[in-house]
């Protein structure tokens, strides 16, 4: 089976925490991004990705421990094409849902210091009579 058709299989298969986590960022619901599930990107099909903000959301079960090596490689090559990587266990999504949302909700939004000029280093700025 290739990678389209696993992504497709496994989009038929969510598991609890994948459905219900999906029923906050589908439809442009959440934030008013567009998030898709189960993506091909490169050799990995990640759980949901918005495009736009190179964010990649990863849910782990408990049977995922044996996977942590396979998980730091697949982090590795993400966040060298860009993209932010969010891993939640679904323990997380299935009783703390409000918690999960906040912590997306944080990487995506902007900034407020952003565009806004840093202090000065010193030495840079004028003393007191010169100009």
């Not at 598991?15 to 898709?36: C, I, N, P, Q, S």
């Not at 932010?84 to 939004?109: K, T």
Request: net charge negative; glycine share 8%; proline share 7%.
């Amino acid at each position: 089976m290739g990678l389209r058709e696993n992504a497709k299989t496994l989009r038929i298969q969510m598991t609890d925490a994948e459905t219900r986590l999906w029923y906050h960022l589908r439809a442009h619901r959440f934030m008013g991004l567009k998030f898709k599930r189960q993506k091909p990107i490169g050799p990995y099909i990640v759980d949901f990705v918005c495009l736009e903000q190179f964010l990649v959301i990863e849910l782990d079960g408990g049977q995922h421990m044996e996977q942590a090596d396979q998980d730091r490689e697949r982090d590795e090559y993400l966040r060298e094409r860009g993209y932010r990587v969010l891993r939640f266990w679904n323990h997380q999504v299935l009783g703390e849902m409000e918690a999960v949302l906040e912590r997306i909700r944080l990487e995506v939004a902007p900034s407020p210091y952003a565009g806004r000029p840093g202090p000065s280093p010193p030495g840079e700025s004028p003393q007191v009579g010169e100009e």
